[in-house]
């Protein structure tokens, strides 16, 4: 399957997952190449952790295809295994066995050979900052440190392939900014990573990026790609009354979203409104707030999120 | 299989269990509090007691004394055999568990005055004992109507004479404690593995685990591997406290109580792994726990007598390791049988954990759903 090192990692096709009525994930395509950070953006609930736990076929899908590094999925998910590591959104590690003791257990679990295990403990005790902390319980440690031990554990055995469920979602911001270091660290390295997140700032970050919402993949592609798509339609109001000046944009037509950021507001304008729509939002503002100014303002993740999933509601509702 | 996987598991769980305080101070808590307890008695009558009967006299007196022993109700003959060694013999196979001997001298014996007849019970049963001296009341008047006279002046003490093999003394410990061993290993050994796997999947370790290439059978295994030491520690302490405060004899060979504990420690290990393939929670675990664990108390032959129970729960009984282990302790420690002569329960034991391991195995799935 890999052409020359930039091959595809993952591939799924029409990717179904039903819990009795629910549809968690519903005709999913997906392409992963190697050696990239691929990000999965989506809020609780859009199908992020079924569609990873299908990959590594801890889930039987109800419909659909899956190819990861060559293998179908779930029939080949026993040969999967020592190949990928998974790194669970619940910290899954054992909170009362110290950092070495989790590292050891794993070495041998994921079958790092025994010869190897002492020197490969010592490495990622050294790159993961635990020299200082090593033989401290897990459970007694940080959301950050936890995090990082949870890592360190994933990649014990030098994984091509790395699955990453919300894996900062307990992380304060700096450790957070650390952590995707080494992530990129891993990707450069030649690891290839899917991680899920439902930060913006964490999916700007990803060389691509897909955007789940209720189950349905609604966009996929680099971050810049994503929100190039949004050129011109994204405008920040500055105004004395901004819950005035919301109340009186959000009923417009043209608008399809209006979010408070602060003192300024953030207006994000429906496809094909450029210029000459402007009118009616400058017309509805004056009445409200004489001073209000409005200025073009560049797209963002968030913008992208807000159009895909409006737009590809409402017509289905106007319809009705 | 890969043996350093499994070796990883156990090392894993000998580690998590020597810091979890609750858990090492039920391993020891458990059967000192439990031996104490129940160091006394638990009595009843009983009815329908396998007997064996010799009657070396045959006259129509002697005949019409067994006959009036039978109507009692409370011995019910499976054997019959010509001499009181033979009996003796059967009592220690576990084949009976009271013996009648009419001797040849019957007639005279009456007529003299001296016991007419001996009653030989299994003292390693205490039910049993309490059970025989009903048996000493049969009148034997009514068994000889013709000759009323004589027996009226019967000497102090029955007409029949009563020992008791094997706890001559009577004492309820010395019943109470081999069976002690059972429940409280039932108990445990069920309980621990009860909670071992629903454990790490409340915690969510067992979505780590699947996720690796580690097979169910390391994890079952390397899960049941550390609990055999531990319910050997509890044996040991129950003996010892069972020697020290109630000097409860072991009559057979000690490798052969260990070997009987054992089979029920895997019989119960298993038992428990198969209940943390259902559980969906640790509390669910701990009711099925008891909803094994009562049963095997009520029905296993522990506080009841397995003879007096209709056939329906004895059948239900005949599915409990714990009713085979107490045939296998009892007549170990007590009647110093070998495993070879009671090797139908130790196959009895093989058989529940073969079935339940193999049950445990093929439930557990490497999946989520």
Same mark, same amino acid.
């Given at each position: 399957?890999?052409?020359?090192?930039?091959?595809?990692?993952?591939?799924?096709?029409?990717?179904?997952?039903? $819990?009795?009525?629910?549809?968690?994930?519903?005709?999913?395509?997906?392409?992963?190449?190697?050696?990239?950070?691929?990000?999965?953006? !989506?809020?609780?609930?859009?199908?992020?952790?079924?569609?990873?736990?299908?990959?590594?076929?801890?889930?039987?899908?109800?419909?659909?295809?899956?190819?990861?590094?060559?293998?179908?999925?779930?029939?080949?998910?026993?040969?999967?295994?020592?190949?990928?590591?998974?790194?669970?959104?619940?910290?899954?590690?054992?909170?009362?066995?110290?950092?070495?003791?989790?590292?050891? $257990?794993?070495?041998?679990?994921?079958?790092?050979?025994?010869?190897?295990?002492?020197?490969?403990?010592?490495?990622?005790?050294?790159?993961?900052?635990?020299?200082?902390?090593?033989?401290?319980?897990? #459970?007694?440690?940080? #959301?950050?440190?936890?995090?990082?031990?949870?890592?360190?554990?994933?990649?014990?055995?030098?994984?091509?392939?790395?699955?990453?469920?919300?894996?900062?979602?307990?992380?304060?911001?700096?450790?957070?900014?650390?952590?995707?270091?080494?992530?990129?660290?891993?990707?450069?390295?030649?690891?290839?990573?899917?991680?899920?997140?439902?930060?913006?700032?964490?999916?700007?970050?990803?060389?691509?990026?897909?955007?789940?919402?209720? !189950?349905?993949?609604?966009?996929?592609?680099?971050?810049?790609?994503?929100? !190039?798509?949004?050129?011109?339609?994204?405008?920040?109001?500055?105004?004395?009354?901004?819950?005035?000046?919301?109340?009186?944009?959000?009923?417009?037509?043209?608008?399809?979203?209006?979010?408070?950021?602060?003192?300024?507001?953030?207006?994000?304008?429906?496809?094909?409104?450029?210029?000459?729509?402007?009118?009616?939002?400058?017309?509805?503002?004056?009445?409200?707030?004489?001073?209000?100014?409005?200025?073009?303002?560049?797209?963002?993740?968030?913008?992208?999120?807000?159009?895909?999933?409006?737009?590809?509601?409402?017509?289905?509702?106007?319809?009705? | 299989?890969?043996?350093?996987?499994?070796?990883?598991?156990?090392?894993?769980?000998?580690?998590?269990? &020597?810091?979890?305080?609750?858990?090492?101070?039920?391993?020891?808590?458990?059967?000192?509090?439990?031996?104490?307890?129940?160091?006394?008695?638990?009595?009843?009558?009983?009815?329908?007691?396998?007997?064996?009967?010799?009657?070396?006299?045959?006259?129509?007196?002697?005949?019409?004394?067994?006959?009036?022993?039978?109507?009692?109700?409370?011995?019910?003959?499976?054997?019959?055999?010509?001499?009181?060694?033979?009996?003796?013999?059967?009592?220690?196979?576990?084949?009976?568990?009271?013996?009648?001997?009419?001797?040849?001298?019957?007639?005279?014996?009456?007529?003299?005055?001296?016991?007419?007849?001996?009653?030989?019970?299994?003292?390693?049963?205490?039910?049993?004992?309490?059970?025989?001296?009903?048996?000493?009341?049969?009148?034997?008047? &009514?068994?000889?109507?013709?000759?009323?006279?004589?027996?009226?002046?019967?000497?102090?003490?029955?007409?029949?004479?009563?020992?008791?093999?094997?706890?001559?003394?009577?004492?309820?410990?010395?019943?109470?404690?081999?069976?002690?061993?059972?429940?409280?290993?039932?108990?445990?050994?069920?309980?621990?593995?009860?909670?071992?796997?629903?454990?790490?999947?409340?915690?969510?370790?067992?979505?780590?685990?699947?996720?690796?290439?580690? &097979?169910?059978?390391?994890?079952?295994?390397?899960?049941?591997?550390?609990?055999?030491?531990?319910?050997?520690?509890?044996?040991?302490?129950?003996?010892?406290?069972?020697?020290?405060?109630?000097?409860?004899?072991?009559?057979?060979?000690?490798?052969?109580?260990?070997?009987?504990?054992?089979?029920?420690?895997?019989?119960?290990?298993?038992?428990?792994?198969?209940?943390?393939?259902?559980?969906?929670?640790?509390?669910?675990?701990?009711?099925?726990?008891?909803?094994?664990?009562?049963? &095997?108390?009520?029905?296993?032959?522990?506080?009841?007598?397995?003879?007096?129970?209709?056939?329906?729960?004895?059948?239900?009984?005949?599915?409990?390791?714990?009713?085979?282990?107490?045939?296998?302790?009892?007549?170990?420690?007590?009647?110093?049988?070998?495993?070879?002569?009671?090797?139908?329960?130790?196959?009895?034991?093989?058989?529940?954990?073969?079935?339940?391991?193999?049950?445990?195995?093929?439930?557990?799935?490497?999946?989520?759903?």
């Amino acid at each position: 399957m890999s052409v020359n090192g930039q091959g595809v990692a993952i591939r799924a096709r029409g990717l179904t997952k039903r $819990f009795g009525e629910l549809v968690a994930v519903d005709h999913v395509n997906l392409e992963v190449s190697s050696r990239q950070v691929y990000g999965f953006l !989506g809020p609780n609930g859009s199908g992020k952790s079924t569609t990873i736990r299908m990959l590594c076929g801890l889930l039987t899908p109800s419909e659909g295809e899956i190819d990861v590094l060559g293998l179908h999925i779930p029939q080949q998910a026993e040969a999967l295994r020592s190949r990928i590591g998974y790194m669970t959104q619940r910290f899954s590690l054992f909170e009362d066995l110290s950092v070495r003791e989790n590292l050891e $257990f794993m070495a041998a679990v994921q079958g790092v050979p025994k010869a190897r295990t002492p020197a490969r403990v010592k490495e990622l005790i050294e790159q993961y900052h635990f020299g200082d902390r090593e033989r401290q319980l897990a #459970g007694t440690m940080s #959301g950050g440190q936890k995090q990082r031990l949870a890592l360190a554990c994933a990649v014990i055995h030098e994984p091509e392939l790395l699955f990453l469920d919300e894996p900062t979602s307990a992380v304060d911001p700096e450790s957070r900014r650390d952590f995707w270091e080494k992530l990129f660290e891993l990707a450069d390295a030649g690891t290839t990573l899917l991680v899920s997140t439902h930060l913006m700032d964490e999916a700007e970050r990803c060389h691509r990026l897909a955007i789940l919402n209720r !189950g349905v993949l609604v966009a996929d592609g680099t971050p810049t790609e994503l929100t !190039g798509k949004l050129e011109g339609r994204t405008f920040v109001v500055d105004s004395s009354d901004p819950r005035r000046a919301q109340r009186a944009l959000v009923d417009l037509p043209e608008v399809l979203g209006v979010a408070q950021v602060g003192h300024a507001l953030r207006v994000l304008i429906r496809d094909g409104n450029s210029g000459d729509a402007l009118t009616p939002l400058r017309t509805a503002l004056a009445n409200v707030d004489p001073q209000a100014v409005m200025q073009s303002a560049p797209p963002n993740l968030e913008d992208v999120f807000v159009a895909v999933t409006r737009e590809k509601r409402e017509p289905q509702e106007r319809a009705a | 299989m890969s043996w350093r996987r499994l070796w990883a598991i156990v090392v894993k769980e000998l580690r998590q269990m &020597s810091r979890d305080r609750v858990t090492l101070a039920m391993i020891i808590g458990i059967p000192v509090i439990q031996l104490v307890l129940f160091g006394y008695a638990i009595n009843t009558n009983l009815r329908g007691l396998e007997a064996g009967i010799a009657d070396q006299a045959n006259t129509a007196g002697s005949r019409a004394l067994v006959m009036d022993m039978l109507a009692t109700g409370v011995i019910a003959p499976v054997a019959s055999a010509d001499t009181p060694e033979q009996l003796v013999a059967m009592l220690r196979r576990g084949q009976i568990s009271i013996a009648v001997t009419v001797p040849p001298d019957f007639e005279r014996r009456r007529i003299d005055g001296r016991p007419v007849a001996q009653v030989m019970v299994d003292g390693s049963d205490n039910v049993v004992q309490s059970a025989a001296a009903q048996l000493a009341q049969v009148p034997i008047d &009514s068994a000889t109507p013709d000759t009323r006279a004589p027996l009226i002046s019967t000497p102090q003490g029955g007409p029949i004479s009563i020992v008791s093999f094997y706890n001559p003394q009577r004492r309820s410990a010395v019943n109470i404690v081999p069976g002690l061993i059972g429940v409280i290993l039932t108990m445990t050994m069920v309980l621990f593995t009860g909670i071992a796997i629903v454990r790490e999947r409340e915690r969510g370790n067992m979505e780590l685990l699947i996720a690796t290439p580690l &097979s169910s059978a390391e994890l079952m295994i390397g899960k049941v591997l550390p609990y055999i030491a531990i319910g050997l520690v509890q044996v040991t302490v129950i003996l010892a406290l069972g020697r020290w405060l109630f000097t409860v004899p072991i009559s057979g060979s000690l490798l052969d109580v260990y070997l009987a504990a054992g089979l029920l420690i895997l019989a119960n290990l298993t038992m428990g792994l198969l209940i943390s393939t259902r559980a969906q929670s640790q509390f669910q675990a701990m009711q099925m726990t008891f909803f094994v664990f009562l049963p &095997s108390i009520l029905l296993s032959g522990f506080m009841f007598p397995f003879a007096g129970m209709p056939k329906v729960a004895q059948w239900l009984a005949e599915v409990l390791p714990l009713t085979h282990f107490l045939r296998l302790i009892r007549g170990v420690m007590l009647r110093g049988a070998s495993l070879w002569e009671l090797w139908a329960d130790v196959l009895a034991l093989v058989a529940f954990t073969a079935v339940m391991m193999t049950a445990a195995i093929l439930r557990f799935r490497k999946r989520l759903d």
